[in-house]
């Protein structure tokens, strides 16, 4: 396992960090939450991230893609955080398209995934029902009449769920509310009759729907993978969002700890730069070596799942636990550091705790991944 | 075949004829081989895998073979370690001559100084100890007071070390000593001696943990010959904060293998309080666990990143100060959480009630306390990460 990057890795991350910068600062998140801009993210810039090849990184060269894999996308994730980018990358690219790709028809992929990789086509997974993150727990109802099925059910914190052309359910077509078998996954028209989108205004100022479906009518065309198989197709996806995700948080730790070091080093009090202060030297230090343990730990994910390897859930459990405890404490304390400007929003690092609390919640928090790591290690 | 593949097999073949089956069982600390002119071998096998390893220059893989190495490259030397966790074979040697000492004598030591000492630390032939800390000189090592007086024909040391760590049982000394009383670092010297020169004298200090691996040392008019001196007169602080580097990650090391008998905290914790399907039964103690065997895993993996850094010829300076702490902070976590999950059966002192396990993880534990606060403290090492890794200021 090679947990260092590539030539080729390195100089995606440096593209990257320089588009990112220039392009999508945290001050563009501002202005679209300032401006209560409808799409909450900005169409012509996620142009410009498909034309760089970033919408195609997963994808095979057949559908349009550059096939660079999780380690490669990590990177772009990784710098995307840095400034909190809004952009389809996690629902589209990261969450709908690997669903696509492993469950749908030939004929579907060939519709869809080019359309991806340009940009033009937006995605959705619509899985959680509750507060907490929960997969297994479904009550969505999906049941079959004739050539289709009839969905009924409601969904919350579907990511990207108000502006996407189509939309992954995860519905339950047979077992109880709370079995992992018996789930379903189906591809629907974001505009199909009966669907109900609202869009929730979050803490992050990102973007995230309400889903209601009252007899929503589906194709069978339209299922993806097999029926009552949906737990097997989504977890593997899962999991890579959730090593995705990580190298997102990465990113926007190291980028709230740089600027709370860079603090550190200006701010003076008692005639001196505070940073000078042991107590908040140590605190820093302890900052540097969380961020060390979960860069090593999101790089391992992201190659085990390029790799194949059989131990990718554990990898990713670990990669998402890390990032969450790690960003948890470094946008706690990076708020604390900046003393009062911190709290004020002219200064930009409360936008990183903020949107922090989100990333931490979305697909398993670090007590839900500690929890499923101890069942995967069987104790 | 690929020349590496083809190492991998002649290793692996050479490893199988000669590790003795005693060698490939887990050791007991008190098994560890450190050599030395009075090594006692609790286990013959033990003398002769070391001798085995050493004419091959295994003891010391990619050490140059002038000096008693075996000339392997990083890749090779991966492949031994490879081969020989495969065999669960047991470290021929344990040393701080080959840990601490050789590092600094390769970069710093004369030609005469590396060919009298290296190969003798590759064979184990001497135990070395590492005189550095002294009662008025801990954290603020740099404060140490031992006078070493340039006599003309010899150096003449007087005064005195402590935590000096197995002093009792090594041959020669590693020393800082003070050479300049009118400036602190720049008057600091390193310098070799054998222990057994007369006016030298070493006093055992028993543990919390009941053990005493570590000695008062006494220096009283102690001649030196000057060729011992390792670098220049008064550049020993250059020196000295090398060698604290590979003494940092040692620990580190150290600490992850120390209580090679004591089992991974989630097979305890099932023990203890698994129930009927093997799920730890109390959901605080198993996110605890969890917890913690997921922050080892992390670490494991950063200590191998930093490996392939290093290898790819990229490490960073800061991260030995990294691995000290962490290191050590995760074993005395691993151990008070041991404790919890055990609950009294761990808390045996003696005798036939506990096990020999049980009585181990107890006398580890307080043992594991002083992991961060030998070679450099855990507040040292954020102190030291935060200059050296974040430039924040004095």
Known sequence: MNLLLTEEEAILKRGAHEFFAARLPVKSLRALRDSNAAEGFERAAWQEMAELGWAGVLLPESYGGSAMGYKGLGQVLEESGRTLAASPLFATILAGAPLVLAGASEALKQTLLPAVASGECLLALALDEHPRHAPSRIATRAVRSGASYRLNGSKMLVLDGHVADYIVVVARTSGADTDPQGLTLFLLDGDADGLTRTRTHMVDSRNAAHLVMADVEVGNDRVLGGVDQGHALLEPVLDGARAGLAAEMLGSGMEAFERTVSYLKLREQFGQKIGAFQALKHRAALMYCELELTRSAVIAALCAIDESRADIAALASLAKAKACDMLELVTNEAVQLHGGIGMTDDEEIGFFLKRARVQQQIFGDASFHRDRYAALMAF | ?394
């Open chain 2, 1 to 394: 075949m690929h020349a590496l593949d083809e190492f991998r097999a002649e290793t692996r073949t050479w490893l199988e004829q000669n590790c003795p089956a005693s060698m490939r069982t887990p050791m007991e600390d008190e098994e560890r081989v450190w050599g030395g002119r009075n090594a006692t071998y609790k286990n013959p096998e033990s003398k002769l895998w070391l001798d085995r390893m050493a004419e091959r220059g295994y003891t010391v893989p990619t050490w140059p073979r002038e000096y008693g190495g075996a000339g392997l490259s990083g890749e090779q030397a991966q492949v031994l370690r490879e081969e020989m966790g495969r065999l669960k074979c047991r470290p021929p040697l344990s040393s701080f001559g080959i840990w601490m000492l050789a590092p600094v004598l390769f970069k710093y030591g004369n030609d005469a100084q590396k060919r009298e000492h290296l190969p003798r630390i590759a064979r184990g032939e001497i135990r070395w100890c590492q005189g550095y800390s002294e009662p008025g000189a801990g954290s603020d090592l740099a404060a140490l007071k031992t006078r070493c007086e340039d006599r003309g024909d010899h150096y003449l040391i007087n005064g005195q070390k402590i935590w000096t760590s197995y002093a009792n049982f090594a041959d020669w000394i590693f020393c800082l000593v003070r050479t300049d009383t009118s400036v602190k670092h720049g008057g600091i010297s390193f310098i070799l001696f054998d222990m057994e020169s007369p006016g030298v004298e070493t006093r055992p200090i028993t543990l919390i943990s009941g053990a005493s691996v570590f000695c008062e040392t006494f220096f009283t008019d102690v001649r030196v010959p000057k060729e011992n001196l390792v670098g220049r007169l008064n550049e020993g602080w250059t020196i000295a904060k090398e060698l604290l580097q590979h003494e940092r990650g040692m620990i580190a090391e150290i600490g992850r293998t120390v209580g090679g008998t004591v089992p991974p905290v989630d097979v305890v914790a099932k023990r203890y309080l698994g129930d009927a399907n093997g799920r730890i039964a109390d959901p605080v103690l198993r996110d605890a666990v969890a917890r913690q065997v997921m922050n080892d895993r992390a670490f494991a993996l950063t200590i191998r990143r930093a490996e392939q850094e290093s290898e790819a010829g990229a490490g960073s300076g800061g991260a030995s100060s990294m691995f000290k702490y962490y290191g050590t902070e995760q074993n005395k976590a691993k151990f008070e959480l041991l404790l919890k999950c055990a609950g009294s059966a761990a808390l045996g002192w003696a005798g036939d009630e506990f096990s020999s396990e049980e009585l181990d993880i107890c006398r580890t534990w307080l043992r594991s306390k002083g992991n961060s606060i030998e070679g450099g403290t855990s507040e040292i090492q954020l102190n030291v990460i935060a200059k050296r890794v974040l430039g924040l200021p004095d």
